[in-house]
Nanobody, 115 residues
Framework: QVQLVESGGGLVQAGGSLRLSCTASRSLFSFEAITWYRQAPGSQREVVAGIARGGEMNYADSVKGRFTVSRDNAKNTVSLQMNSLKPEDTAVYYC?????????WGQGTQVTVSS
């Protein structure tokens, strides 16, 4: 059973920064990709940013230039550095990991950006 544990959420003012972490219970190399999603109240879950096994990164247009995804293989951790936060970034952020036919989700961490 794979476990993904997110941390780092909180309340921040617009323009501020937060750093989210997703720590996996096993090596990141066992996953094809690790992806951050978010879900705001009344909205569908959407992709924020992801990093593939080979290190390729992708970002949603809404966060390009503000968010950076990175990985620390030694700590089995993928981080999401979020700068220049906006009220519309308010959501529960989830970590997702895929290996083959299996999809794993973390429990989510709340990010609230006040105006």
């Amino acid at each position: 059973q794979v476990q993904l544990v997110e941390s780092g959420g909180g309340l921040v003012q617009a323009g501020g920064s937060l750093r989210l972490s997703c720590t996996a219970s096993r090596s990141l190399f066992s996953f094809e990709a690790i992806t951050w999603y978010r879900q705001a109240p009344g909205s569908q879950r959407e992709v924020v940013a992801g990093i593939a096994r080979g290190g390729e990164m992708n970002y949603a247009d809404s966060v390009k230039g503000r968010f950076t995804v990175s990985r620390d293989n030694a700590k089995n951790t993928v981080s999401l550095q979020m700068n220049s936060l906006k009220p519309e970034d308010t959501a529960v952020y989830y970590c997702n990991a895929v290996n083959g036919e299996y999809i794993h989700w973390g429990q989510g961490t709340q990010v609230t950006v006040s105006s």
